[in-house]
């Protein structure tokens, strides 16, 4: 799987859109951007994932950029319950099953009030 | 709640001594993952199952780890003479054949004095 690149640490203030970047420049074309997101002490949750079109659901939108080399995930309109680390993963799909995921360090993610 | 759960949710355990954790996929689901946390890092993946079948190992999963999931539904990670290495949280994610994200329980902590 291709390795990602997160910025250690964000900030961003509570009502605003946090908008976290990764960059996977050696993505290949069957692979899967995935974000999980993971609050203290608990399970890693599952946010949203993409392959080349731009993806949004009830938590997060994803903006995969046309080369697929980096993408960045979005959260609209943030609240303290965000903070987290945010962890951006590439995936591919080993023949007749799935491989785990490989996390590097995330993003922590620090909502402000 | 019908999400992966995990028990126990805490274990101190002394040196030498061996662990056992459960976990129970989201049901339906075929495939049952394993992944080890330690402080400050991202999860790192030890084993996997499709159905009854282990079918990938990572290097981490020492000889003194076996994990079984005997009726392809929940599944046990036995540490035997553990050590103050194991201490770490152990997470458990399921996925489904057609879907293939994964989703994680809430982990087990491990201490060992």
């Known amino acids: 799987d291709a390795k990602t690149t997160q910025p250690p640490s964000m900030d961003c203030a509570e009502g605003r859109a946090a908008n976290l970047p990764c960059n996977h420049s050696?993505?290949?074309?069957?692979?899967?951007v995935y974000w999980y997101r993971q609050i203290h002490s608990q399970g890693p949750q599952y946010i949203i994932h993409g392959l080349k079109n731009n993806e949004t659901n009830e938590m997060a939108s994803l903006i995969i950029t046309e080369d697929r080399k980096s993408s960045t995930l979005i959260l609209p309109h943030a609240t303290l319950r965000d903070t987290a680390v945010y962890y951006c993963?590439?995936?591919?799909?080993?023949?007749?099953?799935?491989?785990?995921?490989?996390f590097g360090k995330g993003t922590h993610l620090i909502i402000q009030p | 709640d019908t999400g992966v759960s995990q028990d126990p949710r805490h274990k101190i355990t002394k040196r030498g001594q061996n662990v056992t954790f459960r976990c129970d996929p989201i049901?339906?689901?075929?495939?049952l993952y394993w992944y080890r946390q330690t402080l400050g890092q991202g999860p790192e993946f030890l084993t996997y199952?499709?159905?009854?079948?282990?079918?990938?190992k990572s290097r981490l999963l020492s000889d003194r780890f076996s994990a079984e999931r005997p009726k392809g539904s929940f599944s046990t990670l036995e540490i035997q003479r553990t050590e103050q290495g194991d201490s770490a949280m152990y997470l458990c994610a399921s996925s489904s054949g057609l879907e293939e994200t994964q989703y994680f329980g809430p982990g087990t902590r491990l201490l060992v004095l």
């Open positions: 049901s339906e689901h075929n495939r």
């Open positions: 050696t993505i290949s074309g069957n692979e899967y």
């Open positions: 199952f499709q159905n009854e079948a282990q079918l990938e």
């Open positions: 993963i590439v995936r591919g799909y080993s023949g007749g099953g799935a491989d785990g995921l490989t």
